[in-house]
């Protein structure tokens, strides 16, 4: 008698697993809707780290990239991140799955994934969030204070955010999905992700 095919191995549920997860994308991409909501919706305790939540702690002197990338600016993000991934470590020790979300850039050290890979560990999945530009620049219309980007910022960003095709990295278009939809898709993206981590 042959002997029976192997079983298909269990795919993993991502509701349910202890994860670090870094949602990537332009502004207006949804990221931080999209980083609650599904933080929101977990079967186990999970935290949502913005890290522009985290830049603006810093009231007085606050270095506002919008005006000038400069070394202020630089030394504020850097102090952000730092903090996100010490918060996200503190968590993740307790039990607590975290998603944080940030504007990486794929060609850009400094706000690069190596920072986060440090910070956070070598656990963390990232995934990108990049909806189409007239996407974008109509949710960015809808922003207020500074965290509204001129359209040809966003537009800039956006161009940039398209290198992360071929980087291996996964990529959800939410063009035409809300943000449960999106979140869903989230799920079926890091299912696969556990099950075979991407290379960064």
């Not at 919706?41 to 935290?47: F, K």
């Not at 991934?85 to 503190?90: L, M, S, V």
């Not at 910022?153 to 990295?169: P, Q, T």
Request: hydrophobic letters at 40%; a neutral charge.
């Amino acid at each position: 008698m042959p002997a029976p095919p192997p079983a298909a191995a269990p795919v993993p549920d991502p509701s349910a697993t202890t994860l670090a997860v870094l949602l990537i994308g332009p502004a207006g991409a949804g990221k931080t809707s999209v980083a609650k909501y599904w933080a929101d919706h977990r079967r186990v305790p999970t935290a949502h780290i913005s890290l522009d939540d985290v830049r603006e702690w810093v009231r007085s002197g606050f270095a506002d990239p919008q005006s000038g990338w400069n070394d202020n600016s630089e030394a504020q993000y850097r102090l952000a991140r730092r903090t996100c991934g010490f918060a996200a470590r503190n968590f993740l020790a307790n039990g607590i799955s975290c998603i944080l979300d940030d504007a990486v850039f794929p060609d850009r050290p400094v706000v690069g994934l190596g920072g986060w890979k440090r910070h956070v560990g070598p656990g963390l999945l990232p995934v990108v969030l990049l909806p189409g530009l007239d996407i974008v620049l109509e949710r960015n219309a809808e922003r207020s204070g500074n965290r509204r980007l001129t359209d040809e910022e966003v537009a800039r960003i956006h161009g940039r955010m398209a290198g992360w095709y071929g980087s291996g990295l996964p990529i959800i278009d939410n063009s035409q999905l809300d943000v449960p939809a999106t979140a869903r898709v989230l799920d079926d993206v890091l299912a696969r992700s556990i099950a075979s981590p991407p290379q960064w």
